[in-house]
């Protein structure tokens, strides 16, 4: 119990918070005050919980699937997949878009609410890739729907989409300090 | 080898690649006998030929007993029509829609015969060889399209 009484509070707990949204803060013995706008504090809550939408178009989507599986377990970031777009605050476009599909995707994305985003993963779904001039494809996906993050690779990483994960909780956070 | 029996008994050609070659007008004849020995229809393929402004249209059946596999083959003009096979194998409805949406070949009696790979109100038909390989129609050219961007 004495060991306990040692650890610094302030470093591993406080700080971190400080650091991340606070305007303000005051130290009280046993405990500590904050103040932060709403702004702040909502960004902070979304990009802590980023839910996309359970959704794969090619094989990116094998490499999307692994990042959610055991061994990178995206649920560390707070990244659940949800099986509808209503409950769903990110898009993750894992593949080629073809125009068939460019439908589907513009239906899915305008079925989720508020505040939504979305990674283009690969080269596919940022540019078409080889692809590119193929009667049915879609030269990337953001001629469909605005692109907030593009994940580079074919296919990308585990590691990469976790990467582009965390570029675009940065994003949110960036976006409520203005 | 049942193979062997097939083309005897349908007096069948064959050529250099081991296909068996069969005229379209005895369709029915020719399935009706393969059905027989062959009992699963593994796939439906065709090929174009721009200068003879005809269709390979090719067939491979199995054999679940023992392991085997005969491939037929029939050629027909790009302004006939064949007759379907579903009336033998049920599994040729989307293998033949397949065929009408990327070749364009009409098949007599099929139950559904529809676009299956690209929508509906697509015109022409991708996999014959004078369709140039990034003609689209107007509405779903997503060439000509602006770029999205966030506005916020």
Wanted: net charge positive; glycine share 6%; hydrophobic share 40%.
């Amino acid at each position: 119990m004495e060991e306990l009484k040692k650890i610094n509070l302030e470093e591993i707990y406080y700080a971190p918070l400080f650091n991340k949204f606070a305007n303000y803060m005051e130290k009280f013995p046993g405990g500590g005050l904050i103040l932060t706008t709403t702004k702040k504090l909502f960004a902070w809550s979304r990009k802590s919980s980023l839910w996309p939408v359970t959704f794969g178009l090619a094989c990116c989507a094998i490499e999307m699937m692994a990042a959610y599986a055991s061994r990178y377990d995206l649920d560390r970031f707070g990244v659940i997949a949800r099986a509808s777009p209503r409950q769903s605050d990110v898009m993750i476009v894992s593949g080629t878009v073809t125009a068939k599909m460019a439908e589907r995707v513009k239906r899915l994305y305008s079925q989720m609410p508020n505040p939504k985003w979305v990674i283009a993963m690969g080269s596919c779904a940022i540019a078409g890739d080889f692809y590119r001039n193929v009667y049915s494809v879609v030269p990337g996906v953001e001629r469909v729907i605005p692109v907030d993050v593009y994940v580079p690779g074919c296919p990308p990483t585990p590691e990469g989409l976790i990467e582009g994960i965390r570029k675009l909780q940065q994003k949110i956070m960036e976006g409520a300090k203005k | 080898m049942k193979r062997e029996k097939i083309k005897e008994e349908l007096k069948l050609e064959e050529t250099k690649d081991g296909f068996l070659v069969f005229k379209s007008s005895e369709f029915y004849h020719v399935m009706e006998r393969i059905k027989k020995d062959f009992p699963y229809l593994s796939f439906i393929t065709a090929v174009h030929f721009p200068q003879e402004k005809a269709f390979d249209v090719i067939y491979a059946f199995r054999n679940i007993d023992e392991p085997e596999i005969i491939f037929l083959k029939t050629k027909i003009k790009e302004e006939e029509k064949l007759p379907s096979a579903y009336k033998f194998y049920k599994g040729a409805d989307w293998m033949e829609r397949e065929i009408y949406d990327l070749f364009g070949i009409e098949f007599e009696n099929h139950p559904d015969l529809r676009r299956i790979v690209l929508p509906e109100d697509w015109e022409g038909h991708p996999l014959r060889k004078d369709y140039p390989i990034n003609k689209a129609p107007e509405k779903y050219d997503y060439r000509k399209k602006p770029v999205l961007r966030r506005e916020d």
